[in-house]
C-alpha cells in the first residue's frame, strides 16, 4: 500500500525520470557511433575566491592542492557522430573556458558550450580540475556524476541525473534529482550541510567534533544512524525520519532528504 500510494505521487516525477533518461541517451551518443576526442589544459593563475564549473552532459571532478597557486582544469572534449566526419564536425563545436566572471568579481568560470543535441551528432565534456583547498565551490550539470574533494570553504553541487560525492568542510549544499549522494564533512570551518534527492539514497559521515540540529528524512526508504558516543537530546526517531541535536542545538545545521532511497548518517 505504502508503495502504490508512493507512486501515485510521484507519477510525473517518474515521468520525468523516462523523459531524462531518453534526453541523456541522446546526449551520451545512442546512435551515434563515431567519436572524436580531445583535451585540453587550462590554466588561471589569478587569485580566486570562487570556482564555478558548469557543463551539460559529463563528469566533473575538481580536486583540492594545497601547493595549487592557481587553477588548472583538463577538459575532456567528445564528439560523436553518425560518420566519422559527423564526429569531428561534433568536436569542432565544443568550445571550453576558463575565464573570470566579469558580473561577479572574484569568481572564475569553467565552461563546457555545444549546440544542443540534433541528429546524428552528440557533445560531451570531462573536467578535471585542481584547486587551492580555499576556494568556494560550485559545480552544475545536466547528466554526469560530480566529485569534490578536500576543499575547506563549502561547496555547492547540483545535476539532474548523476551521483554526487563531496569531501568537504564549511557550507555543503549537494543535490541530483535522481542519483546517490555521499558526503564526507571534514574537521574545520563549520557550516550548514544540506543534501538532498528525488531517487537515490544519502549517506553523511561527520567528525567527532560535529554538533548541532540534525535531520533525516525518506519519503520510501530507511533512515540508519551509526552516532553512538555522541551525546544526543531531543532525539524524535521513526522508521523513515529522524530528528535530534548533538551538543549545542544552535551550532549548525545538518539536513539530508530522499523521495525514495535510503539514508545513513554516520561519523568519521
Sequence with gaps: MKLAAFLRTHTAR??????????????????????????????????????????????????????????????????RGSTPREAERALAAIHVFLEEDERSPGTLRAVAEHPEYRPGRSYSVEWTITAPPEVFL???????????????????????????????????????????????????????????SDFGDISV??????TGHWQASTGFGDVRTSLEGMTTSSLRHHRSSVEGAIG?????????????????????
Design 14 to 79: 517518474l515521468g520525468m525520470a523516462a523523459g531524462l533518461l531518453s534526453l541523456g541517451c541522446l546526449a551520451a551518443g545512442c546512435g551515434t557511433p563515431y567519436r572524436s576526442v580531445e583535451v585540453v589544459t587550462l590554466t588561471a593563475a589569478t587569485p580566486t575566491e570562487v570556482l564555478a564549473v558548469a557543463t551539460f552532459f559529463g563528469d566533473v571532478t575538481v580536486k583540492a592542492d594545497p601547493t595549487a597557486e592557481g587553477i588548472r582544469a583538463e577538459a575532456r572534449k567528445v564528439g
Design 138 to 196: 560550485h559545480v552544475e550539470s545536466d547528466f554526469g556524476d560530480l566529485k569534490a574533494l578536500g576543499f575547506a570553504n563549502g561547496v555547492e553541487m547540483h545535476t539532474r541525473f548523476g551521483d554526487v560525492l563531496a569531501r568537504a568542510a564549511g557550507s555543503i549544499q549537494v543535490n541530483t534529482d535522481f542519483g546517490d549522494v555521499h558526503v564526507t564533512v571534514l574537521e574545520g570551518a563549520a557550516g550548514d550541510v544540506v543534501c538532498s
Design 205 to 210: 559521515s561527520v567528525p567527532p567534533s560535529r
Design 248 to 268: 549545542d542545538d544552535s551550532a549548525p545545521r545538518l539536513r539530508a532528504t530522499t523521495d525514495f532511497g535510503d539514508i545513513h548518517l554516520t561519523r568519521s
